[in-house]
């Protein structure tokens, strides 16, 4: 079946977001991927086609290019509002500030794109986006005697209770018999970081670090081992050079 993706760019400028689609299309059409490009000059009216599509049952966009800094709700609250809808859209940040990256961390953007922007900046993060999509990795788990399939990519961290390990992922909690350890080795590829004895985390999720708690992005605090600080700092120094083009 041929799936045609929507994505959605969204600049207060009317033609900066025009020169942007166009260049989006002229990618995806030699990526050879089927797209649709919306338009949009607020993130407020954005915001409020997702939510509308989301009560009709519709799917929403698959990816979204939005530029950092608008007049009626900046990139960092549009990113927070998103994340918080837990639609399956990869959200692309765009600005003309690579400093504006350490607080996006807290939108859980895909990726940031600093201007101009170039179609071998979009040929970049739209292959990446997509062959993300197609290549995501489940785990297994049947901790609580039913077998459960979690998209790796969703989960946010696992911590260890008692003879077993609690996972978190954005849809709920699950029971694993598998020991931290263990899943440590299946899951360090995937940007795992181990910040305590007792936890694992998702870098993708990470928002601050205070004090002796590493605090993610739903708001949920993990312990941090001392010692742990340095390996952790520099997984977040790798993530932030990865989402910046």
């Known amino acids: 079946m041929n799936i045609k993706y929507r994505i959605a760019v969204c600049d207060d400028d009317p033609k900066q977001t025009g020169i942007l689609g166009s260049l989006i299309l002229s990618v995806t059409k030699k990526l050879a991927i089927s797209a649709g490009v919306e ?6 009216l954005l915001l409020d086609k997702i939510d509308e599509d989301t009560a009709k049952g519709l799917n929403s966009y698959d990816l979204i290019f ?31 500030y690579p400093e504006y990256a ?11 794109l600093v201007k101009p922007v170039t179609e071998g ?5 739209i292959r990446a986006v997509f062959d993300n999509r197609a290549s995501d990795k489940i785990l297994e788990v049947s901790g609580s005697g039913r077998r459960e399939l979690i998209p790796i990519k969703d989960i946010e961290c696992i911590i260890a209770e008692n003879k077993y390990t609690r996972i978190y992922s954005v849809k709920g909690s699950y029971l694993e018999s598998r020991s931290l ?12 970081v181990r910040t305590h004895r007792a936890a694992l985390m998702n870098i ?17 605090r993990l ?14 120094r790798k993530e932030l050079e990865r989402r910046i083009i």
């Open 39 to 44: 338009l949009f000059t607020s993130a407020v």
């Open 121 to 125: 900046m979009l040929e970049a993060v």
């Open 66 to 96: 939005l530029d950092i800094r608008q007049p009626d709700m900046d990139g960092i609250t549009f990113g927070k509002r998103l994340y918080a809808m837990q639609v399956e859209t990869e959200l692309v940040l765009v600005t003309s």
């Open 181 to 192: 350890d263990s899943l440590e080795l299946s899951l360090m590829r995937y940007g795992f």
């Open 102 to 112: 350490v607080e996006g961390y807290s939108t859980h953007a895909f990726q940031f």
């Open 204 to 220: 993708k999720y990470y928002s601050a670090l205070d004090k002796k708690e590493v605090v993610l992005t739903s708001g949920r």
């Open 223 to 236: 312990p941090v081992s001392r010692r742990r600080i340095p390996e952790l700092r520099n997984a977040v």
